[in-house]
């Protein structure tokens, strides 16, 4: 068959008969036409003659569309038409619906007022529609004579009230009648122990091109293979769902991806369990009952290790790892990654691709990574697609281009509205000449009142500032330390970014430049420009070895400044408008990337998890007769957020 008609109907009919026959256990009780029909191994009736068809015709009062007629003219009706339609209509008992169920009263209920055709025609259907079930389990098959094609077939539509979703849409009668003839090879090949093997022509050739389809899929060609296991996997082919899903989730569908036993299979639980654990996890809000779809056949032992991976990914601590020269890139890639190089760790693994070795023979790409907390956020659509497309496994192919980058380098990014459009004021440190994990010990308050300096697992920022609100019971309106996530900045720079800072106070500021600058050079940058409510502001500090070179401040509409500022950063080229304000914004950060080779990693910074530490003070302790406010929280309070007026003793 073809996707929308059938080339030779009789062949067609006669094979699934055949099929039919051989699939019922011996023995098992059976209606006297259904015996006939097994006897006979044909489970249609004597063809329609013209004559019968065109009365038919008259009495209906249109002309039947192409694909049902020729299928009249091969069998006057049809028994067992999947595994709910027991009888099909012939050119006698076909007939209008005309709503005889009432259903068109159901379905009108659900539509809004401004419903489309799509939606009215699912009320429709039950009005105008040719009724083709005759006895079957509460299921209905209606042809629709006003959607009509180019040539001249009607849609199908089924619907059964147990199924609880709406109408099933066929584009004819012959796509319908090789969707149910799909839908009983899906039945008998999940039949029970007692049943005959189902086994035939038709099943030999569908699991061929399910092994033709993973050796396609191991050499690059992801889309053609998808292709034929969809198809068989429509046909309930063994191998076809838990191969096809580890394409599907590489392309970034999470939805019913369970990988088909493979995820409890001892060769392959290593890579896949973790993925459907992953996905329980971000979707698990009524507890973990639900665990057990996923577990299903699995052991006492798989489920422990579930729940043990569960802990993991919960806690962030998940770890990824694998065999041989695939696994030291994908130690390499983690590496980059958890510092914010989100473009380098995916070269890394992708270069790597060509040597990864697959766990057994329905393996077809590398998965546990997508799991991993610091590697999974590198997953975009467009690298999925790159990965499937690269050969592995042993198997040769075209190697394709490479996917673009995610950062767009520099720090101008900064400048654009963030998803929901929440970044309005940032600030950021600079430091050259200094690895990542040095920071905390230049910028983090170390005296018994801060948090000595530790560096957090990498988490998402919101993680950190959770974990870090959680567990303070005191705020003070003169303490303005930072929660900051780190990692390399390019050209031998490393990077201290808060993405959701207090309000600025030019009064109070201190920079932390100086006192990162031992034996280096730092950068800070604090930019409100598209601040709400509040006057922009920007400012700019550079120190180096314990000295402030030069800075400037713009706030209140004036700018002021310190030692000789580069021509480039002269703050009179962008604050000439006594208004200043964000249309400045971008130019004043291509300024400052250009002039120290710096850049901030989007991708890591938005989506990625990166390691995070707590500053000192942006701002200096309260002077002589100076009052701020302090507010203490019991165990049961929340904090407030950055920015919220405090309430307290003064």
Known sequence: MTDTSVCDWRSFLLRWSGEWADSLPEGETRGADDEAARQARWLGFPPASEERIAAMEERLGRRMPPSYREFLAVTDGWRHAGGFVWLLAGTESARWHANASGLAYTFDEYLDEDAGPEERREADIWRRGLQLDVESDATYVLMDPEEVDEDGEWAVYTWASWRAMPPERHASFAAF???????????????GAQEPVFVNDTTRTLDARVEEARIEALRGGWERALEALDEAKGYGRPRAAGLGDQIRRLLGQTHMVHFDGLATDPRYASELLPVVIAEHAAHSYRGDSSLAFPL???????????????????GGTYRYTAAGPFGEAVERARESARWGDADGAWRALIDAMPLWVPLGPDHLAPLGWVADPVLGPLLTPERGRELLSTPRGGQSGDTPGPSAGLDPGGLAWLAEPDPGNNRTSYRFVLVEGVEPEELPGRLADTDGGGDGGVLNAPMTWWEARRAWLSGRREFSSYDDRALVAVGRAGGGWSFAFDGDPAPFDRRRFVSPAVSATAGARAVVVWSGLRTRHRQPFFHLSVARDGAEQYSFTYADGE???????????????????????????????????????????????VNGRLHTFVTRSWTRPPGDGETYAVIRVGSGDSPPAAGEPERGDR
Not at 177 to 191: K, P, Q, T, W
């Open 177 to 191: 009648m090789r969707d149910v003839y799909r839908e009983f090879h899906s039945l008998r090949s999940h039949g």
């Open 559 to 605: 700018v002021r400044s310190s030692g000789e500022i580069p021509a480039a950063l002269e703050p009179s080229r962008f604050f000439g408008d006594p208004e200043g304000g964000a249309g400045v914004e971008r130019s004043l950060l291509e300024a400052v990337a250009e002039e120290f080779g710096a850049r901030l990693p989007r991708h890591a910074l």
């Open 296 to 314: 299903r056949g699995g052991d006492e032992d798989l489920a422990a290790l579930a729940h043990a991976v569960l802990d993991r990914i919960r």
